[in-house]
């Protein structure tokens, strides 16, 4: 009877197993095709569109990246986001590391009351509130062009990464106050000991330590800020300060009548391209930072 359960038991992990093998390979496939579509139309010439969709191309046609970089603007866009998701990250490190670092580590009155507010947050899709933002923003412009005699708050990318800084700073003060809570207390302790204070013990000690946690938040929000639109194309309404998925849909709405598919897959490739080499560069980190927390303790 056993070995009929243990046989039973092993047929069951052996479907399962093949039953996981099956999703991922799938899942793999759905990502896989599509990206390899989009980088091999992306070098095709305007007349290979019109017979196989699924043909090889027959050159590298890479006149439509140069393009699409010139023509379409794609560069400036690029240099735009480039300068908002900089801008951003370092704000939103420079105030979610500490606050992450002290909310964790420390019990002080009102720790309960901040923790809870930044849980909060964690609920508020920015998307919904985009609307109040910008009347608040405009608002804001109304009141200071009597004082400077032009608008500030709208069209200026240091204000969007403000925004976006302020739009991801909940998950990553939860996320980082998760990997601070796992390490041992005998580090800061040993720091004190050795005459270091609170702010020389977080980015000489805790900060090293937490490196993968660290480069995931940063991945996670690059992806975020490099990718986001509503915000950005409500914001900023001059052409000369859009961002890249702003400039990348206005390209694509534009080629629907000009017919230039090529154009219109290189300047979606050129939005791609940085995110993939960011991945493929720190995935080692990511994955530590991802599971490590769990394995401290």
């Known amino acids: 009877m056993s070995k009929d359960n243990h046989t039973l038991k092993t047929g069951s992990h052996s479907f399962y ?30 007349v290979e569109f019109y017979g196989s969709p699924w043909a090889l191309p027959k050159g590298l046609h890479l006149q439509n990246f140069v393009d699409a970089w010139q023509k379409a603007s794609m560069g400036s866009y690029m240099l735009n986001s480039v300068i908002v998701t900089v801008i951003a990250l370092g704000l939103l490190l420079i105030i979610a590391l ?25 609920f508020i899709n ?5 609307v109040p933002i910008f009347l608040m923003l405009n608002n804001g412009d109304k009141a200071i062009r009597s004082i ?16 976006y800084a302020a739009m991801a700073l909940p998950f990553t003060v939860y996320l980082l106050s998760g990997y601070f809570k796992s390490l041992p207390k005998e580090y800061e302790e040993a720091a004190s000991v050795d005459g270091a204070g609170y702010f020389r013990t977080m980015v000489q000690v805790i900060m090293p330590m937490a490196k993968p946690s660290i480069v995931t938040v940063i991945l996670f929000n690059f992806l975020s800020f490099w990718n986001e639109y509503i915000i950005s194309m409500t914001l900023l309404t001059q052409p000369g ?16 009548s000009a017919v230039q598919y090529g154009q219109m897959y290189a300047g979606l490739v050129l939005v791609m391209l940085p995110t993939l080499i ?15 927390g769990g394995l401290k303790g």
């Open 241 to 256: 300060l859009r961002t890249l998925p702003v400039g990348l849909m206005n390209l694509m709405a534009a080629q629907k």
């Open 17 to 46: 197993k093949a039953f996981v093998y099956f999703l991922l390979t799938t899942l793999a496939i759905i990502i896989i095709v599509p990206l390899t579509w989009a980088f091999t139309a992306s070098v095709k010439q305007d």
């Open 148 to 163: 400077i005699g032009h608008p500030f708050f709208l069209n200026n990318l240091f204000i969007l990464a403000l925004v």
């Open 126 to 130: 920015v998307n919904y509130i985009v």
């Open 98 to 122: 500490p606050a992450a670092y002290v909310l964790s580590r420390y019990t002080f009155k009102g720790n309960a009351f901040w923790n809870t507010l930044f849980m909060a947050g964690l």
């Open 278 to 292: 960011l991945y493929i560069l720190v995935q080692k980190k990511l994955t530590q930072g991802m599971t490590m």
